[in-house]
Nanobody, 129 residues
């Protein structure tokens, strides 16, 4: 059974950095397209970043472009979200998600929340002003 476990959240000040990690177990990591989502209180869960199976292509929501970087290490079954220049509006619970890919999706990512098959439990990121 596939499980995703996030780590690295916390309380930081505006302008600080955090690095979130997500470890996948129970499956072959390289077959999954991966994404990071976040959900703030009273808001819908939104895509933050996504990465293709081979790591060649990435997506970022406009609000984090130039500040966040998604990467993956298929040998370590891990996807990482490096978050720099954090802002109070980045405060949310961050979720890691995995979508079973196919041969045809090796170089593409998906931003559709409903496409993802597995979700982590979430990690809280709080940015104070």
């Amino acid at each position: 059974q596939v499980q995703l476990v996030e780590s690295g959240g916390g309380l930081v000040q505006a302008g600080d950095s955090l690095r979130l990690s997500c470890l996948l177990s129970g499956g072959t990591f390289s077959i999954y397209r991966m994404g990071w989502f976040r959900q703030a209180p009273g808001k819908e869960r939104e895509i933050v970043a996504a990465i293709s199976r081979n790591g060649a292509n990435t997506y970022y929501v406009d609000s984090v472009k130039g500040r966040f970087t998604i990467s993956r290490d298929n040998a370590k079954n891990t996807v990482t979200l490096q978050m720099n220049s954090l802002k109070p509006e980045d405060t949310a619970v961050y979720y890691c998600a995995a979508e079973v890919g196919t041969y045809y999706t090796i170089s593409s990512y998906t931003t559709k929340k409903d496409s993802y098959n597995y979700w982590g439990q979430g990690t809280q990121v709080t940015v104070s002003s």
